[in-house]
């Protein structure tokens, strides 16, 4: 039995049709696992206290004890995000009084000092990835395929895993990945460069697939089984090949910023990055930038004074 399923035995029926409530309202299955884990941590939490009423003041005690345990704040906040979620729909399905889901909803997040640049792979490094799968197996060049999407391209895993051949267009002469559905089922159209194609047409031609969903599982014996592969599938797939090339970290993601760091230092312009990623702000794509000190073209190398002889 999974942890999760041993958690949600200690939690009454009526905490758990609570969570199924709040992950009905949610489209995105990310955001679902996420929320549910936050609210069973939550509910057993508020069983250890003695399952006092539900209040504002209840929930800034918990958000406090999580901060005490030195919690990051952008977890903290993730869980305060459920919470407000929960209040909201129970105060819609008349569970709650709207007054008090207000004021919960009104509780603050914790503050975050300065950024997170989160990881991502260096041009050489990722051409080593590129290069690691052993492409004279189906299994090489399902993931030399994937790799080249999520490098390539700067796709989430869930869109990587939803992927299908009928996606891969070709538009004004290039190749593009047209019309993927992404977060809160925003449409966006992504040009990939050549070598992703390639890569896609070389596992396409050994696996003898061309409909359907892109990448497949793969079993032991190399052989192709399903038709499909799950997120939480590629999210192994890469972190396995960080363990093997000494990334020990690098997950999905980071793939994702890759792709924007490399194309940034490559001289793309950042909304035509924001563009490709679907990020809604291109503050979001800024943030996910980050901004690093150029010692070799300095601010001060630019303001054009000297010393007089």
């Known amino acids: 039995m999974s942890d999760q399923a041993l958690v949600r035995r200690r939690l009454t029926s009526a905490e758990t049709s609570a969570i199924q409530m709040v992950l009905d309202g949610l489209p995105s299955e990310n955001s679902r696992r996420a929320y549910e884990r936050a609210l069973m941590d939550f509910f057993l939490w508020h069983k250890g206290v003695g399952r006092p009423e539900l209040n504002k003041a209840v929930v800034q005690h918990?958000?406090?004890?999580?901060?005490?345990?030195?919690?990051?704040?952008?977890?903290?906040?993730?869980?305060?995000?459920?919470?407000?979620?929960l209040a909201a729909e129970a105060a819609d399905n008349g569970a709650l009084d709207p007054q008090v889901a207000s004021s919960i909803r009104a509780v603050k997040g914790?503050?975050?000092e300065g950024r997170r640049t989160g990881n991502w792979l260096t041009r050489e490094q990722a051409q080593t990835w590129l290069n690691a799968p052993?492409?004279?197996?189906?299994?090489?060049?399902?993931?030399?395929?994937?790799?080249?999407?999520?490098?390539?391209?700067?796709l989430r895993r869930a869109e990587a895993a939803s992927l299908s051949f009928d996606h891969v267009q070709q538009r004004e002469?290039?190749?593009?990945?047209?019309?993927?559905?992404?977060?809160?089922d925003k449409i966006r159209s992504v040009p990939m460069p050549n070598w992703t194609k390639a890569s896609i047409d070389a596992w396409s031609r050994a696996a003898v697939v061309s409909e359907g969903l892109v990448f497949r599982a793969v079993n032991k014996g190399n052989r192709m089984m399903g038709d499909g592969i799950t997120s939480q599938a590629i999210y192994n797939i890469i972190v396995g090949y960080g363990e093997e090339l000494k990334s020990k970290g690098v997950a999905p993601h980071d793939l994702r910023r890759t792709f924007a760091k490399l194309a940034h230092k490559g001289g793309a312009a950042i909304d035509q990055i924001q563009l490709s990623l679907g990020h809604e702000s291109i503050q979001t794509t800024e943030d996910y930038l980050g901004v690093e000190q150029d010692l070799t073209d300095a601010p001060c190398d630019h303001l054009g004074l000297r010393l007089s002889s």
């Open 110 to 112: 914790a503050r975050s």
């Open 62 to 85: 918990y958000a406090a004890e999580l901060r005490d345990v030195g919690m990051a704040p952008s977890s903290v906040n993730q869980r305060l995000s459920a919470i407000r979620k």
């Open 173 to 184: 002469g290039r190749w593009v990945l047209l019309d993927l559905i992404g977060k809160r």
């Open 134 to 154: 052993d492409t004279r197996t189906l299994k090489g060049l399902r993931d030399r395929a994937l790799l080249a999407v999520l490098i390539g391209c700067g």
